[in-house]
C-alpha cells in the first residue's frame, strides 16, 4: 500500500494543502502504474475540504485524522 501521509504532503513544498494532495496523489498514481497497478493508495486528511480535493483524486482509502465524529460521519 502507499500511504499518503501530511508530513508527506507538507515535504513537497508546494503552497497549499490542496495543491500538495493533488500532487502527492499524482505521484503516487505514477509509482503505481510503474511498479504495481493493483497497489492501493491511502491518504490522510483532516477537515471536509481536504477530504473532498483527496476524493476528487481517487484514492482507494481516506484516512480522517483526527476528526470529530459529526465530522467523519459527514465525510
Do not use: T, W
Not at 505514477?30 to 486528511?45: F, T
Not at 483524486?57 to 485524522?65: E, Q, R, W
Amino acid at each position: 500500500m502507499i500511504l499518503i501521509k501530511d508530513n508527506h504532503l507538507a515535504g513537497l513544498g508546494l503552497a497549499n494543502r490542496a495543491a500538495q494532495i493533488q500532487e502527492a496523489m499524482r505521484r503516487a498514481k505514477e509509482y503505481r502504474a510503474n511498479i504495481d497497478p493493483h497497489l492501493p493508495i491511502e491518504i490522510e486528511v483532516d477537515s471536509l475540504e481536504q477530504f473532498d480535493i483527496a476524493l476528487a483524486c481517487g484514492p482507494d482509502f481516506i484516512l480522517l485524522d483526527n476528526m470529530p465524529p459529526d465530522l467523519m460521519r459527514e465525510a
